[in-house]
């Protein structure tokens, strides 16, 4: 079960619990800024609205756990409103327009490069951020001369062996993963007698994929009930399984990223 503010990553390395003058005297070359970005919104009859904020700080937690005592690697607080205008009109969704979480994440990051930082992680559990957030890295980089990472968990394959096929090309929201994710971080938050299994009628086309967003569609484009994939299977064991699994890949995945020497892609 996953408590907020405890644990290696909230007791050793949430960069707000420092103070100004302990912010200031730090060793800021190495350091990476982690910053998850959520969303509040709808996610289908069972599951709760925060879910994407809360599975991106369980599995940061998960993963500061397996970093080295002597890593750079500091957690910053989640942005918990996401761009989330697909689900807009169901209740309990708060989105932000991309306006509003562009200027939120200009805004961090000035303030970050200010107190003298250099690199930042944008650490992200929502799908619908996904495309503003590569946007906004260059963005960021270019206005505030951070190094500026992407990094959605679903990248480094934790799921991978947890999931079939169907699954994997359609559980794009409130299904099987993410069920039983929320599952075993807080029990209580999932009403598993109302889990819908709807899976969208995927194109058979080699042109159009819901992951790769190669078509624009709202949640009420292809469910009724809010939920693509299939709920019923969900567990909380799997989720407990895969948030063990995907804690030491996205240790790996901070580690790699907080060494990468940016200057090293220059070829003269």
């Keep these: 079960m996953f408590f907020r503010y405890q644990g290696e990553a909230y007791d050793r390395r949430f960069l707000p619990r420092l103070t100004t003058k302990e912010i200031a005297a730090m060793d800021k070359e190495d350091v990476l800024l982690v910053l998850p970005v959520g969303a509040v919104e709808q996610h289908g009859p069972h599951m709760p609205v925060f879910t994407d904020t809360l599975l991106g700080e369980a599995m940061l937690a998960k993963a500061f756990e397996h970093l080295p005592e002597n890593s750079s690697i500091w957690l910053l607080p989640s942005v918990s409103y996401g761009k989330s205008t697909e689900h807009a009109g169901h209740p309990g969704t708060i989105t932000l327009s991309a306006k509003t979480l562009m200027a939120v994440l200009e805004d961090i990051s000035s303030s970050l490069a200010r107190s003298g930082f250099r690199k930042l992680l944008l650490f992200n559990t929502h799908g619908g951020n996904a495309d503003l957030l590569g946007m906004m890295a260059r963005e960021i980089r270019i206005t505030t001369g951070l190094e500026v990472y992407r990094l959605d968990p679903g990248a480094v394959g934790?799921?991978?062996?947890?999931?079939?096929?169907?699954?994997?090309?359609?559980?794009?929201?409130?299904?099987d993963v993410e069920t039983s994710l929320v599952m075993a971080t807080c029990p209580g938050w999932v009403n598993a007698e109302l889990a819908p299994r709807e899976m969208p009628n995927f194109p058979d086309s080699r042109y159009f994929s819901f992951r790769s967003r190669s078509f624009a569609w709202v949640m009420d484009d292809i469910s009724g009930s809010g939920v693509a994939g299939d709920a019923t299977k969900a567990t909380a064991d799997r989720g407990e399984a895969m948030l063990e699994t995907a804690g030491p890949l996205l240790a790996k995945a901070l580690l790699h990223i907080a060494s990468f020497d940016m200057a090293s892609l220059k070829n003269g």
Aim: net charge negative; charged share 30%.
């Design 158 to 175: 934790y799921s991978d062996s947890f999931t079939d096929e169907a699954e994997k090309a359609c559980g794009i929201h409130a299904g």
